[in-house]
């Protein structure tokens, strides 16, 4: 089946414009310069109260899992099903497409499947907490699904970012019942496959000229600390070859870093993102430098490999200056392929829509990595404008995102 032709492409645009301008307003963000939604928050609780009125709207059940992500359904609980959505939640200093524009890219899926008699078994999630922005934890809601967090980390180690309190007491205080976490498994029961819609967050398809990227891996990737410890003298008084200066192990660390992921090449990053120096001021030498490493790729063995090779070299080059290095790896999680049947799927379909696309890898990690433990999974990108991501500016076509529906909408009946 291809619904190349039967679908109004402009109506499914106005709407999914209409929805993501509506997030936008003050009711849905707890700042007046950028999209600021996250866990537990009054304006969180109001985002998933408008998409369980537009999906009731068309005949679904709204249910969130116990510790709040939502779940609405077409079919009776576990029958069999296509799974879509994204996360509603946002980075800090978020704009209006992260995330949002998945979760209403799936509703507009829904409304189609309604509207043209289509009769396919769908069920819409919007995980809790993908962006880490109340807890510091990237993934946390798919993560709960898929049972990768512990007792110990939701009632201590989770601890919310503006007061400190455990993740438990927050869910706890709004209403959930974090002492059934196990039970947020059964989320995906039923599920036959699932298919995520993101902006790219990067600029390959606007700079290929491409509107639809089908995802065929999602990187893993190694978050890491790097603490170097110097002395601390006077900038002006120190000679400079009486200096233990930590940041220069920082600017070499760099450097390297830089050269290890060129060389490793397989779509390998790497990026020292945070930078803690003390004590900060600058007519002092630091005493003590902390920086972050974040390094991924589609392929394990390369990115854990510069992983193992920067902190080692850190070491070295501390020691070399007669400093101390210590690495420290924060998280780790694998690289994630697709499903071949799901991504052949969305290529035929994309070829029937006569749209151009591009099979790519996704750098940026995705509540999809969890969902794959358990469910056949895909990924549908579609432009944003100069790879604008995590920020205000994030841009994105909703005319993008409305042949995106199209295409999902084409495989996943062609997968019944």
Same mark, same amino acid.
């Given at each position: 089946?291809?619904?190349? !032709? %039967?679908? *109004?492409?402009?109506? /499914?645009?106005?709407r999914i414009e209409r929805d993501i301008e509506h997030l936008a307003t003050a009711a849905f963000t707890r700042s007046s310069e950028a999209i600021r939604r996250y866990a537990y928050t009054p304006e969180y609780r109001r985002t998933l109260d408008y998409f369980k009125g537009e999906l009731e709207r068309i005949g679904f059940t709204v249910s969130e899992d116990p510790v709040g992500t939502l779940v609405a359904r077409n079919r009776p609980a576990a029958e069999p099903a296509f799974g879509i959505g994204s996360h509603c939640d946002s980075n800090r200093n978020g704009g209006k497409y992260d995330g949002t524009m998945g979760v209403v890219t799936a509703l507009e899926v829904c409304r189609l499947n309604a509207e043209h008699g289509l009769g396919l078994p769908l069920q819409? @999630? /919007?995980?809790?907490?993908?962006?880490? /922005?109340?807890?510091?934890?990237m993934l946390l809601g798919s993560r709960i699904v898929a049972q990768r967090v512990t007792d110990e980390d939701l009632r201590e180690r989770f601890r919310a970012i503006d007061d400190g309190r455990s993740f438990w007491e927050h869910a706890e205080c709004a209403g959930y019942e974090p002492a059934r976490w196990r039970e947020c498994g059964s989320v995906l029961d039923g599920l036959t496959?699932?298919? #995520?819609?993101?902006?790219?967050?990067? &600029? %390959?398809?606007?700079?290929?000229?491409? &509107?639809? !990227?089908? $995802?065929n891996?999602?990187?893993?990737? +190694?978050?890491?600390? $790097? $603490? +170097?410890?110097?002395?601390? *003298?006077?900038a002006g008084a120190t000679p400079m070859d009486l200096r233990l200066d930590p940041a220069l192990v920082l600017a070499e660390t760099a450097i390297e870093l830089e050269r290890l992921a060129r060389d490793a090449g397989q779509g390998t990053v790497g990026t020292i993102g945070e930078i803690d120096i003390e004590p900060g001021l600058i007519n002092a030498i630091a005493s003590r430098v902390r920086f972050s490493l974040d390094i991924r790729g589609p392929v394990d063995a390369?990115?854990?490999? @510069?992983?193992?090779?920067?902190?080692?070299?850190? $070491?070295? /080059?501390?020691?070399?200056?007669?400093? &101390?290095? #210590?690495?420290? #790896? &924060?998280?780790a999680l694998a690289a994630t392929p697709m499903d071949k049947r799901i991504v052949g799927a969305l290529e035929q379909a994309a070829v029937a829509a006569g749209e151009p696309y591009r099979q790519m890898h996704s750098g940026a990690a995705h509540d999809t990595m969890c969902v794959a433990d358990?469910?056949?999974?895909?990924? +549908?990108? %579609?432009?944003?404008? *100069?790879?604008?991501?995590?920020h205000p500016a994030e841009n994105a076509d909703s005319a993008d995102a409305a042949l995106a529906a199209e295409i999902i909408l084409t495989a996943i009946a062609s997968l019944q």
């Open positions: 089946m291809t619904t190349a !032709g %039967v679908i *109004d492409r402009e109506h /499914s645009a106005a819409l @999630i /919007s995980f809790l907490e993908e962006e880490g /922005s109340g807890f510091g934890q496959g699932w298919i #995520e819609m993101h902006i790219e967050q990067a &600029r %390959v398809l606007q700079d290929t000229g491409n &509107r639809i !990227g089908i $995802v891996a999602i990187a893993g990737y +190694v978050h890491a600390d $790097v $603490v +170097v410890l110097g002395r601390g *003298d006077h390369a990115y854990r490999g @510069i992983a193992r090779e920067i902190g080692a070299f850190a $070491v070295r /080059s501390a020691e070399a200056r007669d400093m &101390r290095a #210590e690495y420290t #790896e &924060r998280q358990r469910i056949p999974t895909a990924m +549908v990108f %579609v432009p944003c404008k *100069d790879g604008i991501s995590h």
